[in-house]
């Protein structure tokens, strides 16, 4: 049963959802409450709204599928894309949903991101980082492995000229033993895609070096030159 409190807010919330159905598109879609985001789509809610969110300390941009993404609620996040969400919409700064869902460990929403055709290489502009460095950054080895396997770039300089295998945990939190666990994995998936790479380009010289020695080129037939007549 219902407290009146609860009974209260439910009211203010349907009375929003009359009044301004995308900024209840947007609230929803943050704390995953997949029926309310269809319902509100389903009567055109733009899936793509852009509101600027007060935090107290600054203004922010927000959107659904940003907020969705950030919160991990991938139910929310494929509906808000099936309705016509950009999947790469900007927030503030050059975010984009892929960046929020890395810094928020995310790494379920960043597949499901980068299978819908999100940028995994975009840089945010702030630092110049992509989602791999944000990962990185952060020790987030889950998150790290879905970039690397997508074929993130891994080359990609951020602002301070550094790589995403130079970010590692560089702000990531807990104890001493966990960051160390968690640099030796990053570093082992940094290190096993650059091993991938050197066998894969080896294995194309000698592709090549094979090919080169089965071509037979024919010998062209000499000519004379004929007097004239």
Not at 131 to 136: M, R, T, V
Not at 149 to 173: H, M, N, Q, W, Y
């Amino acid at each position: 049963m219902m407290s009146p409190a609860a009974r209260k807010e439910a009211a203010r919330w349907a009375q929003i959802e009359k009044d301004d159905p995308d900024f209840a598109l947007l609230h929803y879609a943050e704390i995953g409450h997949l029926g309310k985001v269809r319902k509100l789509l389903k009567a055109g809610a733009d899936p793509d709204t852009k509101q600027s969110i007060d935090t107290g300390i600054e203004s922010v941009t927000d959107t659904p599928l940003y907020a969705a993404a950030g919160a991990g609620h991938l139910d929310v996040a494929a509906a808000l894309i099936a309705a016509g969400a950009a999947v790469d919409i900007e927030a503030d700064e050059g975010w984009r949903p892929i960046h929020h869902a890395a810094l928020n460990g995310q790494h379920a929403m960043v597949a499901l991101l980068i299978q819908e055709g999100a940028d995994m290489n975009r840089r945010e502009e702030l630092q110049r980082q992509t989602p791999l460095h944000i990962a990185s950054s952060r020790g987030d080895d889950k998150t790290v492995s879905v970039l690397v396997a997508a074929g993130a770039l891994r080359d990609v300089e951020d602002i301070d000229g550094l790589k995403p295998s130079e970010t590692v945990c560089s702000i990531s939190g807990g104890k001493d033993a966990e960051k160390k666990e968690k640099r030796n994995l990053i570093r082992g998936i940094f290190q096993a895609a650059a091993d991938r790479d050197a066998l894969h380009e080896k294995n194309a010289r000698q592709a090549l070096t094979t090919l080169q020695k089965d071509v037979v080129v024919a010998k062209l037939p000499s000519l004379r030159h004929r007097r004239p007549r």
